[in-house]
């Protein structure tokens, strides 16, 4: 066989798929792995959205291609749920761009601009596809400090003028995955004047922005006043209204750079399944706000159950106001040997902060989406493999 592409050499294998190998290896030694390492959500999507999926498949003009630009009736309902949501405007056919997943989109931005010897400007605590996308494309990512003191807020302050003067791509994610940090208006606003400064496009990756908790509303990067000649930001259907399986979502925002993501895309897929499509509307368009605060109450509950724990765990943590995560700092030890030594000998496993870039080495993240009876179980094994018991 030839050698692989160089490109594989610079990309470490992805976490999650490492974990899954050990979890499936103890499984089929017969233990009962309790999974709170990845951001699954454990309940179904709203009944409406089934049905609309099972209605539209069953008609025979829906299983053809569905076009590069996706369905033009998605385009509009994600068009008008960032007007209803947001107060923003969009055109749907120049400002909306339909993915197979916001991952896919994240990558593929990357391959549209970043070439061998350009910098991206990436948090040093962040969802991995950031930098390992950037490295895909051969470019570098630097590494932007996100500390607890400066609530997980990039620290622009500590980006060099050469670096800021060549960097291409800032990425921002809030609510943020692993911290559960947010973001405010203000704070968007002191991004977009950085990025227009330095001739940076802002990438904000906003997939948690409806799983939200005691009465905060999460902002869109958007709202902020010429944020599209600046700004690019995905929305996803995986976490809002529980569809993480069926893979549906959309870059918005700057017209330039969704079509630089679509000449990407054009190469590389060949748009969604129309009914997926008509799914995604019925999710958008017609989900009432009962049916997401009675999911997030479930989670905030969730949440609260294990901030309880945490001290009988050797964990600490802030209450997050929003995203599907717990990110606790290990009071003692290392927290890479922490997560492995609670896998394999309570038969738990959770995330090690250090695979969401070097910032994150102290902590640990902690699901959300997994269900009460399980995390019940889960968390006494915690309780009694920290105390030795």
């Not at 829906?62 to 996706?70: E, L, Q, V, W």
């Not at 209803?84 to 997943?101: M, N």
């Not at 979502?249 to 330039?256: H, P, T």
Request: hydrophobic letters at 40%; glycine letters at 8%.
């Amino acid at each position: 066989m030839p050698e692989v592409a160089a490109r594989l050499n610079n990309l470490p294998p992805y976490i999650f798929s490492v974990i899954g190998d050990e979890i499936r290896q103890l499984r089929a030694q017969g233990h009962d792995v309790i999974r709170l390492d990845i951001g699954s959500p454990d309940m179904p999507p709203p009944p409406h959205v089934i049905e609309a999926l099972a209605q539209s498949a069953r008609q025979p003009d829906k299983h053809g291609y569905s076009g590069y630009r996706g369905s033009p009736v998605f385009r509009q309902a994600v068009a008008s749920y960032y007007k209803r949501r947001f107060g923003v405007d969009l055109d749907p056919d120049k400002e909306v761009l339909p993915l197979i997943g916001s991952k896919e989109g994240l990558v593929n931005l990357a391959l549209a601009y970043l070439d061998k010897g350009d910098i991206s400007l990436v948090p040093d605590i962040a969802y991995p596809s950031y930098a390992l996308g950037t490295r895909m494309a051969g470019a570098e990512p630097f590494f932007v400090p996100l500390s607890h003191k400066k609530g997980f807020l990039p620290d622009l302050q500590a980006v060099p003028s050469d670096v800021a003067q060549k960097a291409k791509l800032l990425w921002v994610n809030y609510p943020n995955n692993p911290t559960g940090a947010t973001a405010s208006q203000e704070d968007y606003k002191r991004l977009i004047d950085y990025c227009a400064a330095h001739d940076i496009l802002l990438v904000s990756d906003n997939p948690y922005c409806d799983v939200t908790f005691d009465s905060f509303v999460a902002p869109s990067v958007l709202q902020v006043d010429g944020a599209k000649s600046h700004a690019v930001e995905f929305m996803s259907l995986s976490k809002t209204f529980n569809m993480a399986g069926w893979r549906l979502g959309a870059a918005v925002g700057s017209a330039q750079a969704l079509e630089a993501l679509l000449r990407i895309k054009s190469n590389i897929d060949s748009g969604h399944f129309l009914s997926i499509y008509d799914a995604g509307v019925a999710a958008l368009e017609e989900t009432p706000r009962e049916w997401l605060q009675e999911r997030n109450a479930c989670y905030a509950r969730r949440r609260d159950l294990i901030l309880d724990a945490l001290p009988q765990i050797g964990l600490e943590a802030e209450k997050p106001k929003a995203s599907l995560y717990v990110w606790a700092r290990v009071l003692q030890g290392d927290a890479l040997d922490y997560t492995q030594r609670l896998r394999s000998e309570a038969f738990v496993s959770i995330a090690p902060g250090e695979a969401y870039g070097p910032g994150g080495c102290d902590y640990v993240r902690i699901s959300l989406g997994v269900p009460d009876d399980r995390l019940a179980v889960a968390l006494e094994r915690m309780k009694r493999w920290f105390n030795g018991n």
